[in-house]
């Protein structure tokens, strides 16, 4: 996983709540064997009409938006479908950052999992920087994970994060070489444990 | 594993959640790290799993413990009804691609896949229940967020992502902090033609779709000690859609009767010793949850959802909401956008619309009694002829009860499709899907935009409310039926 440390980007703002992953990659793309080729169908049913033409009225679609690492979106983002797919075609719109009030538990963990830093601001934050880009559109945005600070025009706002997460997204941790290190533990925890069902 | 020991007499009183969490922790959590939880049973689908398998072949990793493991084809898996014994051959190259690489996979990896034509394959979360895999005080996780349905067993069970999936088959563990607990405590008893169904839609209309975010459910009362398994598993299915991590329900001899006898389930002495710690699977009193909410299930209708999230759900008699008495200007906006998506003007009674499909099926509802409800509304009846009605199982094991019972023919009488068991039309993944604008009444469990198709839309609602509206063509009361 590559790490992040920090960037500065536009963003894209999508101001709809309960954005599920449906929505993010809807079910007919998760026929892949692999992680690729996902980016040009996210959003896919609110990006393009029903010709496949791109909807001038959607943001992603907005000039300038390609460039933009960082999405900004409203409450409860990546609810419903556990699909890491979500996660895959957001990474391969180039964004890394995802700016919302509150995300649905497993959407975060996938986000963390492929090196994308899901910020959640409390409501007035949220409001405010909305209300910036509003005005400004292209307005620049500081995000900084050890300060876990986002900054933008005169706004300054911390935010929290799970203390392990961070560590493993600042130095690219690689997680399941983590848990592999773990094996003589399991190897005792299921050695002192009750012999286990049988699947087969 | 197995279930959590007794507590010794001096422990601080736990709940459920607490007592089995505590039960897998390999290794605990520190300033430096989250736990380690030891996974029981790990099941496996085509979607979110060959990308997982690809990372262990990347770095020449075994799955760990492929006996505590098993997969089965159940989302891009076709319903088409069998011609001699025979499944049709899938047109969809992809789909076929990713089913013969979960085979490919399992065989490498020596992982028991029960694939499209086996007698126990179905909707991964229909056999694991059904097939006794499932037990009380089990840790259960797989690559799909409707995992919570286990939870009915009083099993600490969830969705996983598929880096998760990865990490689950390499060392059968996974690095998860504590959730916080969530009591539902659901008094009362449900009235005529309410379903376990009506009561989950009622309470995720209550505390909301980011009502349980961070927590597990566990439902108690009196409403929740009297459904049967499979209305329990209705009940931690839909946990998901309230944001919860999981949802869970205390084993008692309603569990054990369901599980006894069944394929996996322990067996003779071990039987005996199992439900004696089964027994201990309860939230002691004077144990803390972080939150409790409570519901008078004697107050509920049958419920149906209007909008494009599964909160968005009113009793059946009900009327369309009016975005302008939202609590707040976003609030305001997605039930705006909800209601142009689904083509609904505020204040419309949801009764009397019409409805082009109705879909009978996915793992909230397609177990037997699912089928028998829907099934006792329609016998000697005919379907409206607006109306396709698509009847899919949850399994091969629920398609051949209900054909011993002779389900498939009141369905078949009716003018309903009688098919092979899958996910369906609830994710239409496989063909089986709506035309954009049309309307389904579906015994589903999401009913986002486009979930059932691009630009189809979606009425939640129970079997015998599906049923119902099949009958007449448009949304209708189960209760008025004569």
Not at chain 1, 126 to 141: E, G, S, V
Not at chain 2, 48 to 64: D, H, N
Request: charged residues 20%; negative net charge; contains cysteine.
């Amino acid at each position: 996983m590559d790490p992040f440390t920090s960037l500065v980007s536009t963003a894209v703002v999508l101001r709809v709540d309960n954005v599920d992953t449906d929505q993010i990659i809807p079910a007919r793309f998760l026929k892949i064997t692999d992680r690729d080729g996902l980016g040009p169908h996210a959003f896919a049913d609110w990006r393009y009409d029903a010709s496949g033409t791109p909807r001038a009225d959607f943001p992603l679609n907005a000039p300038g938006a390609g460039d933009a690492k960082i999405l900004v979106a409203g409450r409860n983002f990546g609810c419903g479908s556990s699909r890491e797919h979500a996660a895959w075609a957001l990474h391969a719109l180039g964004i890394r950052v995802i700016v919302c009030p509150s995300f649905a538990d497993i959407f975060r963990n996938n986000a963390h999992a492929n090196g994308m830093l899901p910020v959640a601001l409390n409501e007035p934050e949220h409001a405010l920087l909305l209300d910036a880009l509003t005005h400004n559109p292209a307005l620049p945005i500081a995000v900084d994970l050890a300060s876990q600070s986002l900054t933008a025009a005169g706004l300054h706002c911390t935010f929290s994060i799970d203390p392990f997460a961070k560590h493993c997204l600042l130095r690219g941790v690689d997680t399941l070489g983590f848990l592999l290190a773990a094996a003589p533990e399991i190897t005792a925890y299921e050695a002192s444990h009750h012999a286990p069902v049988c699947c087969t | 594993m197995t279930a959590p020991q007794a507590p010794a007499p001096t422990h601080a009183p736990r709940t459920l959640v607490e007592k089995i969490w505590q039960h897998h922790v390999v290794r605990p959590a520190s300033a430096d790290a989250p736990a380690i939880l030891f996974v029981d049973l790990h099941l496996v689908h085509e979607v979110t799993s060959p990308q997982a398998f690809a990372e262990l072949a990347a770095r020449g990793v075994k799955v760990r413990r492929p006996d505590l493991t098993v997969a089965t084809m159940d989302h891009s898996t076709p319903t088409t009804p069998r011609v001699n014994g025979h499944h049709v051959a899938l047109s969809d190259r992809l789909a076929a691609a990713q089913l013969s690489r979960l085979e490919a996979n399992c065989r490498e990896y020596g992982v028991p896949l029960f694939p499209l034509g086996h007698d126990r394959q179905g909707i991964v979360h229909v056999i694991g229940p059904e097939l006794g895999l499932t037990q009380p005080g089990m840790t259960v996780v797989c690559g799909d967020s409707h995992t919570s349905t286990h939870g009915a067993f009083g099993a600490l069970a969830f969705g996983i992502g598929t880096s998760e999936v990865a990490h689950v088959l390499a060392t059968q563990c996974l690095l998860q902090a504590p959730p916080r607990t969530m009591e539902v405590r659901v008094e009362g008893r449900l009235g005529y033609g309410v379903s376990a169904k009506d009561l989950i839609l009622g309470i995720i209309a209550h505390i909301g779709v980011a009502g349980g975010a961070g927590h597990v459910m566990e439902y108690t009362g009196p409403a929740i000690r009297a459904l049967d398994m499979e209305g329990r598993m209705t009940i931690c299915n839909m946990s998901i859609e309230a944001g919860a991590r999981a949802g869970c329900i205390a084993p008692d001899e309603v569990t054990f009767e369901y599980l006894a006898g069944r394929p996996y389930a322990p067996r003779a002495a071990q039987w005996i010793d199992a439900v004696e710690r089964w027994r201990e699977l309860r939230t002691d009193v004077g144990a803390h949850y972080d939150r409790t909410v409570s519901i008078d299930a004697s107050e509920l209708a049958p419920m149906i959802s209007y909008g494009t999230n599964p909160g968005m759900a009113i009793p059946v008699t009900g009327r369309v909401p009016e975005p302008r008495v939202a609590a707040d200007e976003q609030q305001r906006a997605t039930l705006e956008r909800a209601l142009g998506y689904m083509a609904l003007q505020p204040g419309q009674p949801v009764l009397g619309i019409p409805v082009d499909v109705v879909f009978l099926g996915s793992c909230t509802n397609a177990r037997l009694s699912d089928l028998r409800a829907a099934a006792g509304v329609l016998r000697g009846r005919k379907l409206a002829p607006n109306v396709r009605m698509l009847v899919v199982p949850g399994s091969q094991q629920v398609k051949r009860q209900a054909e011993a019972e002779g389900l498939d023919a009141v369905f078949a009488s009716a003018g309903a499709e009688w098919r092979e068991s899958g996910c369906s039309m609830c994710i239409a993944m496989n063909g089986d899907q709506l035309a954009p604008g049309q309307y389904a009444v579906s015994t589903s469990n999401r009913n986002f935009e486009g979930r059932q198709g691009k630009g189809g839309r979606t009425f939640l609602a129970s079997p015998l409310t599906a049923a119902a509206t099949a009958l007449r063509g448009v949304i209708t009361d189960v209760r008025t039926l004569a």
